[in-house]
């Protein structure tokens, strides 16, 4: 069984849209991550969640809104979407944020039209 | 400017064949760790080892092995006797400490990528 649900796999939105992207781990761990891989990029660290509290907010745009309902879920709120924002977004989760291995989902490819 | 750097793109071997990864890094951070990653066609990220700079072990998790050079900043990934299995993009990941020894409260968990070695082994 997977141990990161990721939901949907793929995602088409038109620009000003918004967007929800859901993760669940069952790793039993505690801090939750989003990364991002645009193309012909690098993955970039997004957003860092520790036992339901932000830890780090490296995103520019406040379009992008984590919410931690329970603490193994981390969903990602997007809104006025634009095309830049096409890319596909990685949730992650490790034991806690102190240099602990990090488990990635297998990715929502999002395009915006 | 980048932080992780993996100079070649893309490598080819054949099976049986061993290679090895090569990784460089920069940071100030006493503390750190470095993990490799594979990012398999069907998108799935998958955790391969991790060296902390702690540590002067070799580490080692089955045909996975890294060469770590502290002083150079360098980390070098070997997979040996490889298999077409293998083929898939490679990553370097740093993780530091913190900015300046900042307290545990205010680590945040960032990993910091490379844009990754593209690998193709070959029957």
């Known amino acids: 069984d997977p141990k990161i649900i990721q939901k949907p796999k793929y995602l088409v939105a038109v620009t000003g849209s918004e967007k929800i992207l859901i993760c669940e781990q069952y790793l039993g761990h505690n801090a939750m991550y989003w990364y991002r891989q645009s193309a012909k990029k690098p993955l970039e660290f997004m957003f860092s969640y520790s036992y339901q509290k932000l830890m780090d907010n490296q995103t520019a745009s406040s379009r992008f809104q984590p919410q931690s309902s329970k603490k193994n879920h981390l969903d990602l709120q997007i809104t006025a979407l634009k095309p830049d924002d096409s890319a596909t977004y990685f949730c992650?989760?490790?034991?806690?944020?102190?240099?602990?291995?990090?488990?990635f989902g297998p990715g929502t490819r999002l395009t915006v039209l | 400017a980048q932080k992780v750097i993996q100079v070649w793109s893309t490598a080819s071997r054949q099976e049986g064949e061993e290679l090895t990864l090569d990784c460089s890094y920069e940071?100030?951070?006493?503390?750190?760790?470095l993990f490799w990653y594979k990012h398999l066609l069907s998108g799935e990220m998958v955790f391969l080892i991790r060296q902390m700079s702690s540590s002067t072990a070799k580490e080692r998790s089955g045909r996975y092995s890294v060469v770590f050079q502290k002083s150079l900043k360098s980390i070098s990934l070997v997979i040996s006797a490889l298999q077409p299995d293998d083929s898939g993009k490679y990553f370097c990941a740093l993780w530091e400490l913190g900015i300046g020894g900042i307290p545990r409260t205010q680590v945040v968990g960032q990993l910091t990528f490379g844009s990754g070695t593209r690998l193709q082994v070959y029957a």
């Open positions: 940071t100030s951070q006493v503390l750190y760790h």
């Open positions: 992650a989760s490790s034991q806690d944020n102190w240099g602990y291995e990090q488990y």
